[in-house]
């Protein structure tokens, strides 16, 4: 069993495609549906057995959750607050731009 690279909300953003998100979930291994799984390009589809992590995620157009394995993540260095309109309901943003989990249940 692998150890989760990073933590919920860590400020991320995808290795390839033009977002970025908050994690709020993260589950050991794939635990999507197949007809998830078939939606992802053969040629770009992670392995299962790594974390997945569930965001509340951002591009230019729109937010949304997305679910991406850990070896597309990679940390969000510029420091900008994440604009998804669950982020005020899950997290608590710190002085110092981090955020940490508010007392909720996410189930």
């Known amino acids: 069993m692998r150890t989760a690279k990073y933590m919920i909300g860590q400020v ?3 290795r390839i495609y033009p977002f970025r ?40 157009d729109t937010e949304y959750i997305a679910y991406v394995s850990e070896q597309n993540l990679v940390p969000d260095d510029t420091g900008e607050p994440v604009r998804h309109p669950q ?15 508010r007392d909720v249940d996410l189930h």
Request: proline share 9%; glycine share 4%; hydrophobic share 35%.
């Open 87 to 101: 982020v005020d309901e899950i997290f608590e943003q710190q002085a110092d731009g981090s955020y940490l989990p």
């Open 21 to 60: 998100g908050i994690i709020f979930d993260v589950d050991p291994t794939f635990s999507n549906t197949e007809e998830w799984w078939d939606t992802i390009p053969a040629d770009v589809r992670p392995e299962r057995d790594q974390p997945f992590y569930h965001l509340l995620a951002e591009n230019a």
């Open 12 to 14: 991320v953003r995808h």
